[in-house]
C-alpha cells in the first residue's frame, strides 16, 4: 500500500500522488502494513475511487463486444436473406447511437443540457440515415428534425427559467441548435424540397431566441459568447 508521509493517510488507489495535498506517495513497507492493518485503520484509508470507473469502463467493453457482434450478425442475415432492403444499416446506427449515449451519459462530465443538446444532434442523424436507408421519402428533413430543434428550443427555455442566475450558461445550445436550423433551411433549398414552412419556423424561433437574450441582457451575453469562443 501506498501512504503519503505528509497527510499521515494510506491511500489504495493506483496513484503516484497524494489526492489531498499532491506530494508525491511513499511505498508502506511491508511491516509497517502488516502494523498499520492491525491497528483497524487508525491512520486512515484513502479508498479506491477510481475502482467504480473501471468497472463502468469494463461494463462499456462488454457492451461494445455484444453490439460489435449484433452489427456483425445483422449485416450477415442483411446480406443472405434479405439482400433488397439494407435495414442492417439502420440496426448498426441505432446500436452505434445507444452505445454512444450510454457512454456518454455514464462517463462525460458535461452539463446535462449539453448532454441533451448533443444527444438531440445525434438523434436528428440517426433519423436522416433512417430516411435514407427506407428510401428518402423526405420525413426526416420535413417534420423530424425541424421537431427536434423546437423541442430542444423548449427545454433550453425551461432550463433558462429554472436556473435564471445561470441563465447565459444555456446559449451554447441555443447557438447549436440555430446552426442546426440553417443546416436544415439550406439542405432544403440545395435538394429543392417543398413545404419549407416548418424549417423556416424553427430558423426564425432559434435566431429570435438569440436575439432576445442579446436584447435583454447583452453584458452576460457577450461575456459569455467570449469565454466559448475566445474572441
Known sequence: MKYCSNCHLGVQDDIQSCPLCHKVLDVMPDEEENRYA???HSMGTYPDARLRH???????????LIFILA?????????????????????VAALVYIYFFLWFWVRNDTPVIGKVGLMLVVT???????????????WALRYAV???????????????????????????????????????????????????TLPMICLGVSILYL????????REFGREFRRRFHV
Open 38 to 40: 492491525g491497528l483497524d
Open 211 to 218: 436575439l432576445a437574450t442579446y436584447i435583454l441582457r447583452p
Open 124 to 138: 436528428m442523424v440517426l433519423l436522416l440515415i433512417i430516411d435514407h436507408f427506407t428510401g428518402a421519402h423526405g
Open 146 to 196: 425541424p421537431g427536434l430543434i423546437l423541442l430542444g428550443d423548449g427545454i433550453i427555455f425551461l432550463f433558462m427559467i429554472i436556473s435564471k442566475d445561470a441563465w447565459y450558461s444555456y446559449l451554447l445550445t441555443l447557438f447549436l441548435f440555430a446552426v442546426c436550423s440553417i443546416v436544415v433551411v439550406i439542405a432544403y433549398l440545395v435538394l429543392g424540397r417543398e413545404n419549407i
Open 71 to 91: 452489427a456483425v450478425a445483422a449485416a450477415f442475415v442483411n446480406h443472405y436473406v434479405t439482400p433488397n432492403v439494407r435495414w442492417a444499416w439502420i440496426a
Open 54 to 64: 473501471r468497472r463502468i469502463r469494463f461494463i462499456l467493453r462488454v457492451i461494445l
